[in-house]
């Protein structure tokens, strides 16, 4: 009985054994390297507002390129408001040129007015000149040559005139600037609520742009869940996609400490079985303790498990979906 049992002790010491070794001889590999599998990780489209499906460009099984366009979005009560917008704009640059013809036309109504007195004072003084010129030439002879017609009262007369015309002039210029300042004051005021109304409509332009979708990444339509003209709530999915390459890798740690592969750590990632085809991933988290894929298992009977570790590699690389990779 004694013998019976130590050699059950024995043969689960062997399995132990037997464990450790294909565990360090198959999946641990370097200190530098473990192995994984690339992994696509599918995303679904969602909106963000309520909106209307106007059209799908899309059908299931379709394949997509980066920027392409999949689903036409509009929403009603987005455009009201950018109607209402463009109306008020409208309106106001509108008013804003009224008020600049108003401006115009009230300077020239300012002019036209002293103008008439002007041309009244002017015709007065020329009147009064020509006068004076006359007696000047018929008293030339009797007074020796002598002018004295700067004294006389016709000239005092001509220079209180030239004084009236010179106040009705600055009278009429300090009202052209009254009005200039007053429609400068009103149209910058229209113009600011102008800039304001459109940053408000091109922030709502923007709004209305990203209603639409477009594919992020090249792949295939896996499912479209709406249909055109339908209304949908926010964040509704409305399609989903699944990538054509891998944009992940799930790399498993047996017998490593995960620290040797800290968050943010830059890794390299090749297939296993062509080492050329390599790209630059990122470690962005951990997962649990595992009993590793099929495709990392070997023909044995005894399970290896192993540390999860994500990677995140670039969409741009030639990896298949499931392959066995190699992480360094």
Do not use: C
Not at 195 to 202: F, G
Not at 203 to 218: D, Q, V
Not at 249 to 272: D, E, H, N, Q, R
């Amino acid at each position: 009985m004694i013998r019976k049992t130590n050699w059950f002790y024995v043969l689960v010491a062997l399995m132990m054994v037997a464990m450790l070794y294909i565990s360090g001889r198959y999946f641990k590999g370097s200190g530098e390297a473990t192995i994984g599998i690339a992994q696509t990780s599918e995303y679904k489209v969602k909106t963000e507002k309520s909106a209307l499906v106007k059209s799908i460009n899309i059908v299931p099984g379709m394949e997509v390129t980066e920027g392409d366009l999949l689903v036409e979005l509009t929403s009603d009560a987005l455009e009201v408001e950018i109607a209402k917008l463009t109306n008020r704009i409208a309106v106001n640059r509108s008013e804003r040129a009224e008020k600049a013809k108003l401006a115009n036309a009230e300077i020239s109504y300012i002019r036209a007015q002293n103008g008439i007195k002007i041309e009244e004072l002017d015709a007065v003084i020329l009147e009064m000149e020509s006068e004076i010129k006359m007696n000047d030439a018929l008293t030339k002879e009797f007074a020796s040559g002598k002018n004295t017609s700067d004294d006389s009262p016709m000239s005092i007369k001509i220079r209180s005139l030239r004084q009236q015309k010179q106040k009705h002039l600055e009278a009429m210029n300090i009202k052209i600037e009254d009005v200039k300042q007053e429609s400068t004051t009103e149209q910058q005021l229209l113009e600011n609520q102008i800039i304001l109304l459109e940053s408000e409509l091109k922030i709502l332009e923007t709004e209305k742009s990203k209603l639409n979708k477009y594919a992020t990444a090249s792949g295939v339509v896996k499912n479209v869940y709406v249909k055109p003209g339908e209304q949908v709530d926010s964040f509704t999915p409305l399609l989903e996609i699944n990538p054509l390459h891998p944009t992940t890798a799930v790399a498993y740690l047996v017998g490593k400490k995960p620290t040797a592969y800290g968050v943010g750590k830059i890794v390299s990632v090749s297939s296993y079985d062509q080492r050329r085809n390599s790209v630059q991933g990122k470690v962005i988290g951990y997962g649990s303790v595992s009993e590793l894929p099929d495709i990392l298992q070997k023909s044995t009977a005894i399970q290896a498990f192993g540390q999860q570790v994500f990677i995140e590699i670039p969409a741009e690389n030639a990896f298949f979906n499931g392959e066995k990779v190699l992480i360094r």
